[in-house]
């Protein structure tokens, strides 16, 4: 079994960044890829980017450029850096790592960006 625990969340204004941080404890691999999402009131959950072993990341057209993944296999950690933050991207920011006979999620951190 694994535990993601995501923190970092908060008020921000637009035009702000914030780091928001996902470390995982049990069962870990450090082959696991690991990923973020959100989801806003209303909406599906929608897939950010993803980050391999190796810190290969990739990224959804929605955040590309602005928002950069990155992970430290010595702490189970992985990262994600928000820059030039929107009132749009206030949503509920989930971590998971994703294997082929199972998929992990947190609880969470909630990023609300003011106008």
């Known amino acids: 079994q694994v535990e993601l625990v995501e923190s970092g969340g908060g008020l921000v204004q637009s035009g702000g960044s914030l780091r928001l941080s996902c470390t995982a404890s049990?069962?870990?691999?450090?082959?696991?890829?690991m990923g973020w999402y959100r989801q806003a009131p209303g909406k599906e959950r929608e897939l950010l980017g993803t980050?391999?072993?190796?810190?290969?990341?990739g990224y959804e057209d929605s955040v590309k450029g602005r928002f950069t993944i990155s992970r430290d296999n010595a702490r189970n950690t992985v990262y994600l850096q928000m820059n030039s933050l929107k009132p749009e991207d206030t949503a509920r920011y989930y971590c998971?790592?994703?294997?082929?006979?199972?998929?992990?999620w947190g609880q969470g951190t909630q990023v609300t960006v003011s106008s």
């Open positions: 049990g069962s870990v691999f450090s082959t696991d890829v």
């Open positions: 998971n790592i994703a294997r082929w006979n199972a998929i992990f």
């Open positions: 980050i391999t072993d190796d810190g290969r990341a």
